[in-house]
């Protein structure tokens, strides 16, 4: 498990602290784009921002010195203390809990799991951010020592013969296995560590054991509060970027000392005001509409001081972000199409760098020419910008362009004529075309990385960027007030948080994305957390009154520099609504036994809803949420969802439940019908399925029981001739009635067996049917040419027909080893794909779809996919693997489609294709374990974002207001809730054609 950032021995540290090597900044040339040398990629000056802006939870308690801090290792980037009294319940259930599981490979569902086996309420103590990988960080949780719950743990979840610990320093590491995953944990009595990293809990053994492996904080960690380890910052953004650009970030944050953050959400009620240690409030209250009391939409606000080191040169990045304050008027020039912007206040170099290497004839005139230098820089001013953008220029690319105001206009035009009779840069008729780092550098500061470039004069400004149109364009959107000094989110912004900074940067979320998009990591995280966000501002205010010397460099005599760091993330207010929750009903701590239902019950022109809960209740309730009937069971645990059906056939519907070793039912007023309950006996183990089997014109109710029989019940609560029948284990889930092959047929599934019945009990020919795996779910049935089967034979509006409906000659079965198999008299799948494992009165073929196992029954859908120029209507089999991974394929075997979740399926809910904004083109629908929703667009595979977060389980979609509008309709810890899904674009934009 050893990785190169993690040191067995650091003999060579000096003691009483983990110092890591001093990092050496390596040169990045980019000559051909433009960039160069060892300054910050384009974007890596935000990037520092947007890692800290990341870092956010809850408010601030009072400070205590935690034992535990002894445990913190100097690998880790930051550890969050919990508030004094939070629960780990509490802390699930936060609004930005999921986000968590977006920005690391951790999942935080497993902790959800780990609450079940403690006897008490969980306070967790710390949360610590660690980097496990090159391109991953994992987190590591301090809990309360608690050897009773450790136990339970093991208990459930270790298994015999296999290596359920080790030992490290004499510590015992116990390896528990979780949901496809393993979480690590450790207890030293007073502390419990758990990670799903082996190397962090390795890495916090070590700090405990020896204070040179150990993070010495220069304070004691404060509870809701972060403390990030400023030295480290570098190799975490590192991790969020590709390996070409990660020489740049080198040292990009030397010169601060360790950072105290603070992070207040949006409806929190404080000032605002910074204090001594950075806490900080929100600005307002957030309502309903996420507008704060003034009129800033502020979704969560962080701040901290930021402590410049007095032992170390800060980095060029450090420098120009925590210069003088003064009110910026920069933002006059910057284009309201940019993706982002840093404005700061850089006074320009007055000499040129001694250590300076001429790298072309002009650098080599203007540092042998003094007064050139000195001329230049004296027509410069001290605001500068830095602004990306995003698809610009005919190829469509990201590009940076750089700001500088101007003291003397007229003195600086004067200068650069000169250079140009002189030969060394080109006069285009309205700019000016130079190839010099350090003219570049000495405009646009160290931080800016051209070799070549234009610079176009625009008012009391100059523009500098590598494509000349970029450059040129300066003047026109200044000209034609198409900046974002009038732009309504900036006006709004600037309104609320004032004026004077020593640097600002704002950033529209979405346009940052494309703009940074080359230069993420593939798979890393970076991309969701830009997406959980509208508009980022990060504001630096620099406190104290120390001087800069003519280089722009901090006097080693100054009194050491503090600076207030804010980040404020915010809603953009005209951003189009994608849902909107409707309503919530209260389930008083219980769960639902299955889906809910919709069906109308009433007679009015709105569905009603029902369902059933583990508290033995049934509700039926309003499209607006409101409770119409409850029903009981007794003392009796309902199993699955409801029924309706039209028992009496005078349509009239009942409601029909099981529970415990019985089945009830009532009509719609909540009266019991005659002969009801039917009790069996025995518990039983799967929903009911309620059909005409013997097709009389009267209903039979299908259920399996524990004693492993199946059982088809008549209406006066007796088994139909030569039933039940037994099976080789208790069946789970709800056996299925289909036409197979022409004969009416009841199949259920128990373990890796594939029963088949006839309706008068026989064997049906070929089964049962013995695979080599269990089987996950039901079947699917098919017809011969591939279709959908009607399951069943009759129905409230079919009862009494004569003619058979449409019979399956194949089944389709996901096995829980990964394979997906086809039954029928031939094959299905191309001979490329799958293999012939069976070959008698049934050919049995299979392909292997996933190794870690098939998850739920498989899906028949139609959905128009792309190919060949044309979008065609093609008939796919959707299935879903238990790491959460959804899969689409045709009926020949080939893939068509498949993205992951990342985290473990639900058990509650399978995937479904369907249009659920409304934009006339199909999504992909996936819950995870911990119940976060995940959506894609089915052609182009991007992820959906607007969707309801919070989390979830046993999730339906139905109009239930009738007009049109979907809603969502999900258990959630707060009760049963509803969101209306409004038509929506804003994924994709105008990009997102409609596909009928």
């Known amino acids: 498990q ?17 110092q890591p090597e001093k990092k050496r900044k390596q040169p990045v040339l980019r000559k051909s784009s433009g960039f160069r040398k060892n300054s910050m990629n384009p974007g890596g000056l935000l990037l520092g921002s947007l890692l800290m802006a990341s870092l956010f939870l809850t408010q ?78 994992q987190l590591a949780w301090v809990f309360p020592g608690d050897d009773a719950m ?9 298994q015999p013969f296999e290596q359920n610990a080790y030992e490290f320093r004499g510590s015992t590491i116990e390896k528990l296995p979780m949901s496809g995953r393993t979480l690590f944990a450790a207890d030293f009595g007073r502390w419990l560590l758990l990670s799903e990293s082996g190397l962090a809990v390795e890495a916090m053994i070590r700090a405990k054991e020896d204070e040179s492996m150990r993070w010495v904080a220069d304070y004691a960690a404060t509870p809701g509060e972060w403390m990030i380890q400023s030295r480290q910052l570098d190799d975490w953004a590192k991790q969020w970027v590709q390996t070409l650009v990660r020489p740049g970030l080198d040292g990009a944050l030397d010169g601060l000392e360790d950072i105290r953050l603070q992070v207040a959400r949006g409806d929190a009620d404080a ?37 410049l080191s007095v032992d170390e040169e800060a980095a060029d990045l450090v420098r120009s972000a925590t210069g003088p304050v003064d009110e910026l008027q920069i933002d006059r020039y910057i284009s309201d199409k940019v993706a982002a912007f840093t404005t700061f206040r850089v006074p320009p170099r007055r000499i040129a760098p001694l250590d300076a290497i001429p790298e072309t004839p002009l650098d080599s005139l203007i540092t042998e020419r003094t007064d050139t230098w000195k001329q230049i820089a004296e027509s410069l001013g001290d605001e500068l910008a830095l602004a990306l953008f995003a698809d610009s220029g005919p190829s469509g690319n990201s590009e940076v362009l750089w700001i500088r105001s101007l003291k003397s206009p007229s003195l600086f035009r004067q200068q650069m004529d000169r250079l140009v009779r002189e030969g060394v840069i080109l006069d285009s008729g309205r700019s000016y075309i130079a190839d010099s780092p350090l003219l570049g550098d000495l405009i646009g500061s160290e931080l800016q990385t051209f070799e070549s470039f234009t610079l176009s004069l625009a008012g009391d400004v100059v523009a500098m960027a590598v494509r000349r149109g970029l450059a040129e364009s ?36 979405g346009d940052f994305r494309s703009f940074i998009e080359p230069w993420l990591y593939p798979s890393g995280y970076a991309g969701r957390f830009i997406d959980s966000i509208d508009l980022l501002t990060v504001s630096v205010k620099r406190n104290d009154t120390g001087a800069q010397n003519n280089s722009g460099a901090q006097n080693e005599s100054a009194s050491p520099t503090t600076a207030s760091l804010e980040i404020t993330a915010i809603r953009r207010q005209e951003k189009e609504v994608p849902y909107e929750e409707l309503w919530v009903y209260p389930l008083a701590g219980s769960a639902l036994a299955g889906p809910p ?57 009942v409601v029909l439940q099981a529970a415990g070793d019985r089945i009830f039912a009532w009509n719609t007023s909540g009266t019991p019908l005659p002969n009801f309950p039917v009790i069996l006996g025995e518990q039983i183990t799967t929903p009911l399925t309620v059909m005409d089997v013997t097709r009389n014109g009267i209903a039979e109710m299908i259920v399996a029981t524990a004693d492993r029989s199946v059982h088809i019940i008549e209406s006066r609560g007796d088994a139909i001739a030569n039933w039940p029948q037994k099976t080789n284990a208790a069946v789970q889930e709800a056996p299925l009635l289909v036409s197979y092959r022409g004969e009416p047929t009841l199949m259920a599934v128990s373990e890796n067996i594939l029963h088949a019945w006839t309706i008068d009990g026989e064997p049906a020919d070929g089964f049962p049917l013995f695979l080599d795996a269990p089987i996950a779910g039901n079947p699917l049935p098919l017809t011969a040419g591939g279709s959908n089967v009607e399951l069943g034979f009759a129905t409230e509006t079919t009862r009494g027909q004569s003619e058979s409906p449409a019979t399956a000659e194949r089944l389709i079965i996901a096995g829980r080893d990964g394979h997906l198999l086809s039954v029928g008299r031939s094959p299905l799948f191309a001979d490329t794909t799958a293999t012939v494992i069976r070959s008698d009165s049934l050919v049995v073929q299979q392909f292997n779809v996933t190794p870690s196992g098939l998850h739920r029954s498989p899906q028949r859908v139609d959905a128009t996919l792309y190919e060949q120029g044309l979008y065609v209507r093609t008939p796919l089999i959707l299935i879903q693997g238990t790491n959460g991974a959804v899969f689409l394929y045709d009926l020949t075997g080939r893939l068509r489609f498949t993205r992951s979740m990342g985290q473990p399926a639900s058990d509650t809910f399978s995937p479904i294709l369907t249009d659920i904004n409304q934009d006339n083109r199909t999504e992909v629908l996936a819950l995870a374990d911990f119940g976060r929703l995940y959506g894609w667009d089915l052609l182009t595979g991007e992820r959906l974002y607007e969707l309801p977060t919070s989390g979830m389980n046993h999730p339906i979609y139905s109009d239930l207001n009738g007009d049109g509008r979907l809603e969502w309709i999900a258990e959630t810890r707060g009760g049963l809730r509803a969101w209306t899904i409004f038509p929506y674009t804003g994924l994709f934009g105008n990009q997102r054609g409609a596909i009928d």
């Open 474 to 509: 300066v003047r026109t959107d200044a000209s034609r007030r198409r900046v974002v000094a009038y732009d309504d989110d900036y006006m709004q912004v600037k309104r609320e948080t004032g004026e004077a900074f020593s640097s600002f940067t704002y950033l529209k979320s």
């Open 2 to 18: 050893a990785f190169p950032h993690v040191h067995d021995d650091l003999s060579g540290a000096s003691a009483g602290s983990y």
């Open 60 to 137: 601030c308690a009072p400070a205590d010195v935690p034992a535990w801090q002894v445990m913190l290792p100097g690998e880790a980037v930051a550890v969050y203390t919990m508030p004094e009294n939070r629960s780990l319940t509490s802390f699930l259930d936060a609004e930005y809990t999921p986000l968590l599981d977006d920005l690391t490979p951790s999942s935080v569902s497993l902790l959800a799991q780990i609450r079940s086996f403690s006897a008490d309420s969980l306070y967790p103590e710390a949360m610590i951010l660690y980097p496990d990988r090159a391109n991953e960080w």
């Open 597 to 653: 239902i919709t069906a109308d019950l009433s007679g009015s022109e709105r569905d009603e809803l029902l369902f059933a809960t583990l508290n033995r209740s049934l509700y039926m309730l309003a499209s607006d949420g409101t409770l119409i009937l409850q029903f009981s069971t007794g003392d009796h645990v309902p199993i699955g969802s409801p029924v309706i059906y039209d028992w009496y056939g005078n349509n009239q519907p």
């Open 150 to 158: 450790l136990q339970r743990l093991k208990t459930e979840f270790q």
């Open 271 to 307: 000032s605002g005001a910074v204090d001594a240690s950075g806490a900080v409030g929100a600005t307002g209250n957030v309502g309903a509409t996420g507008t704060t009391g003034a009129s800033l939409p502020v979704q969560w606000k962080a701040s901290a001081t930021l402590r």
